[in-house]
């Protein structure tokens, strides 16, 4: 449908709601007594000011494009893994456990165990999101609020009692894990963490490839756009949405063990900060587009550690980001409404009675 | 009595790369009765979306009694006297007959129910319609919310009603009075009627003139009577020639059901025997809602038994989900085409990739010259590019044909060839019985009773879950079939009960 339209409207349709939510914002900023180009300007120093700040957005955007893509692997099967934030808790759980078991190994070992262990707990904390919907007709939705809430109370609870530092249990923090077992900076100037990098990339290049080119990908596609279709042509649909469920999970895992074991240096409740929510704006806002997932996160990453240092210099408070976040998301899905009407109109009815296609009599439907 | 003369004057209407309407100017004249005939895609319903307001001409105008009339929306449209009977007819639901009828009536929020009820009993009276006021609508069949439609349309003051195939899913009972009361409104009304119909025996039974298109363009007009033969020539260009049944020896059993008791809310089959050879076609016949969905499904494992057993050549598959029912050999194609068999959404391409690539990687190069060739082979117009909502129903039909497997074991159809016109639908049944000839067997159901008795080897009538079958089709007329469908077996020696 997108190649019926004009490169050039395509093109605005991106760029109008960037800009119209960047407008927005700008006044809202006014409102409040504050100048647009100022905080423009103290957003991008906060973020790029030196390597350390470079480093800090570099950080916050391995695990949000680790979530997004895994999001875009369920959204494609036509699934809304709200779930995903208790993934990628459950996925800290794994890994917390393992940096705790295995801290007598060598650090080369223990950070592929610990790894694999924040795989396996993200992956079993999505199948199980998948397994009551497609065994117990539990819409995901609610699965997956119920499970992301079972992961913050099971989280308070370790970190207040088994896990709790040896000078006292505050549901605060977990007890620090033994410096052998967190992921390794890049450098001192430059601390990025390189192998959850490696991992993002590659991670990345797999999801793009099987989503284009695999049978696997055509599945995810097929059960997303119509599951009942999809099983009359074969599809194993059922299988499909939970491979799906698992895939996502398992990237939401890593992106978990990377807050636990870099980012914070402990296990701590909402560890996550929120990256699953996020990333769900994320894919929503890119339309399930894979390639630009990178840059839409990024562009996240920057703005939110960039403001951070709004309340010190500018006194306006840091929720500034969330407010750009929200009426960029809001724009976005207005302007995409306006393109699915636009498409439905170039579309309506190449040929005699397509509609009728769309609400048959049909059949039977209420035997 | 008032006539109403309705001309539209070049109308253009394009969708993309296809001119839906080009250039078409035509008048109709108050009291005529007049049939719109053309191919799928000729660019009928288009044409009479764009008369009803449902959506705008690109260019061209439309006059009403001699003056240029605008209007945007069926409601504006209707203002004017123009309403159209939707195939699906858009009523609410969860509503009462006869709040369906004061919905939409002019003065909106001002009910006056006994006025409307006196209205609404005075027309069904006058028609024989069948319209019980307090009736819920989800309770009607298509026919009474068809006639609901229409008495609600009448009442509004239309004087141009458009019906989009109302024959369809209705008895020959139910046509006649239909029929019956859209002549009557003519004749003593002065009411004007447009018909879209594949069904040329509808046309030539009830029009007054036909107004042929095809591939948007209007390519005439003729005064009736005509016979079916002209009409065709006139949609085609060319006469079809009648399809000749030839006999096929039967092979083994394939697909067997023993003693199979099938249950949904509002219906039960009980206690069905039933054993199919191969090459042996199947016709169910009945009303919609009769228990023919229910079997079918029970035959592909979308349904589950509530006792009894199902055999794919000889293997007990009671239990099995359809995928294995699949291994087995069994294809099922449903009446929904986008709905069920069709994904919006995705390309032909990718369409013919799901069903013929077997290895973990797709090889696109190879899957969309699978397509060109399906394309070909199948005749259908469309690229391998386009998404499959972008293609016309008739070829969306033709792409199902061409996602099926090769040699089915048993192939069991839903309504097959449903809103196709008479060339589709018989290039649809040439693509079926070649493979019948293979060896498949089909079952297939249709709610065109021509078709049940053309092509089947036996029938299986459908009435409230009950099960009657005809095993000599060419014993029974379509009039005797008509007949059995609506429930009345014991005038007929030509049915034994099945269950």
């Known amino acids: ?367 | 009595m008032i006539f109403m003369d309705v001309e539209v004057k070049n109308i253009h209407k394009r969708f993309g790369p296809v001119h839906a309407n080009n250039d078409i100017s035509v008048t109709f004249k108050g009291g005529n009765i007049v049939g719109i005939l053309g191919e799928n895609g000729a660019g009928k319903s288009t044409l009479m979306k764009i008369l009803s307001g449902f959506q705008p001409a690109d260019s061209g105008e439309i006059w009403i009694d001699g003056r240029p009339v605008d209007y945007h929306g069926p409601r504006a449209a209707i203002a004017h006297g123009v309403g159209m009977l939707q195939q699906d007819p858009l009523d609410v639901p969860a509503f009462t007959v006869l709040e369906n009828f004061i919905y939409g009536a002019p003065g909106g929020m001002n009910l006056n129910r006994p006025q409307a009820q006196r209205q609404l009993s005075e027309v069904s009276q006058r028609f024989g319609f069948d319209l019980d006021p307090e009736t819920p609508i989800n309770r009607l069949s298509i026919a009474q919310r068809q006639q609901l439609e229409i008495v609600r349309l009448l009442a509004l003051g239309v004087k141009l009603l458009i019906l989009d195939e109302p024959t369809t899913g209705i008895s020959a009972e139910q046509k006649n009075v239909l029929f019956e009361a859209l002549r009557n409104l003519a004749k003593n009304d002065g009411l004007s009627v447009l018909l879209v119909s594949h069904k040329l025996e509808d046309v030539i039974a009830l029009c007054d003139e036909v107004v042929v298109l095809r591939a948007g363009k209007l390519v005439g007009t003729k005064q009736l009577p005509a016979t079916t033969d002209e009409l065709v020539t006139l949609m085609f260009g060319e006469e079809l020639a009648p399809h000749q049944p030839e006999d096929i020896e039967f092979g083994d059993t394939v697909l067997k059901l023993d003693r199979v008791h099938l249950a949904s809310k509002r219906l039960s089959i009980t206690d069905l025997s039933l054993e199919v050879r191969a090459g042996e076609v199947i016709g169910l016949a009945g009303l919609d809602g009769s228990g023919q969905r229910l079997m079918m499904r029970a035959c592909v494992g979308l349904e589950k038994c509530v006792a009894g057993d199902v055999f794919i050549n000889g293997q007990r598959m009671t239990g099995q989900a359809y995928r294995s029912f699949m291994q087995h050999g069994v294809s099922f194609g449903a009446a929904g085409r986008l709905e069920e068999g069709l994904i919006a959404g995705l390309t032909l391409t990718e369409h013919i990739a799901l069903v013929s690539e077997r290895g973990m990687v797709i090889d696109w190069a190879r899957a969309r010259q699978h397509t060109e060739t399906q394309i070909k082979l199948y005749d259908v117009r469309g690229h391998a590019d386009n998404m499959i909502e972008q293609l016309s129903g008739g070829n969306q039909q033709r792409v199902l044909m061409a996602l099926l497997p090769e040699n089915p074991v048993v192939l069991v159809l839903e309504q097959p060839t449903r809103g196709l016109d008479v060339d589709s639908a018989r290039w649809i049944w040439q693509q079926l019985l070649k493979r019948r000839a293979d060896g498949t067997a089909i079952i297939f159901s249709s709610a065109e009773l021509d078709e049940i008795v053309t092509y089947s080897d036996r029938i299986l009538v459908f009435y409230a879950g009950q099960i009657y079958e005809i095993r000599d089709p060419d014993a029974v007329s379509i009039d005797e079939l008509g007949r059995l469908i609506g429930g009345d077996f014991q005038s007929s020696d030509h049915v034994e009960r099945l269950a």
């Open chain 1, 1 to 367: 449908m997108r190649k019926n339209q004009s490169l050039a409207l395509q093109l605005a349709l991106g760029i109008a709601p960037i800009i119209i939510s960047l407008v927005i914002t700008a006044i809202i900023i006014l409102v409040v007594g504050a100048d647009p180009a100022e905080v423009v300007e103290r957003v991008w120093s906060g973020a790029f000011r030196d390597l350390t700040s470079t480093a800090r957005v570099v950080n916050f955007w391995l695990p949000l494009t680790l979530a997004s893509i895994g999001l875009t692997i369920t959204f494609t099967a036509g699934l809304w893994n709200i779930g995903v934030e208790g993934q990628i808790m459950v996925g800290a759980l794994f890994a917390t456990f393992a940096s705790r078991e295995f801290a007598s190994l060598p650090t080369a070992v223990v950070i592929p165990i610990e790894i694999i262990f924040a795989v396996v707990g993200g992956m079993l904390w999505a199948l199980l999101v998948g397994v009551l919907k497609t065994r117990l007709g539990i819409h995901e939705i609610f699965g997956g609020v119920a499970l992301n809430a079972l992961a913050d109370v099971g989280t308070i609870f370790l970190v207040s009692n088994a896990w709790a530092p040896a000078t006292g249990a505050t549901a605060q923090a977990s007890e620090r894990f033994a410096p052998s077992t967190l992921f390794p900076a890049l450098s001192g100037d430059f601390p990025v963490n390189w192998v959850v990098a490696i991992v993002t990339v590659i991670a990345a290049i797999v999801v793009i490839f099987s989503l284009r080119g695999t049978r696997w990908g055509l599945h995810l596609k097929a059960t997303g756009k119509n599951p009942r279709s999809a099983l009359l042509l074969g599809v194993p649909t059922e299988r499909t949405a939970l491979s799906a469920f698992a895939a996502c999970g398992a990237l939401a895992g890593i992106a978990g063990a990377h807050r636990v074991l870099f980012t914070f240096g402990d296990l701590r409740p909402l560890a996550s900060g929120g990256i699953g929510f996020l990333g769900l704006l994320v894919v929503l806002l890119v339309s399930i587009r894979v390639l630009w997932v990178p840059l839409a996160t990024f562009v996240f990453a920057a703005i939110i550690t960039g403001s951070t240092r709004l309340r010190i210099s500018l006194q306006l408070d840091q929720s500034l980001a969330g407010v750009l976040q929200g009426t960029l998301v809001l724009v976005v899905i207005l302007f995409q409404g306006v393109r699915q009407r636009l498409e439905q109109r170039v579309t309506q009815g190449d040929g005699d009675e397509p509609q009728q296609s769309f609400s048959p009599i049909s059949a039977e439907m209420t035997e």
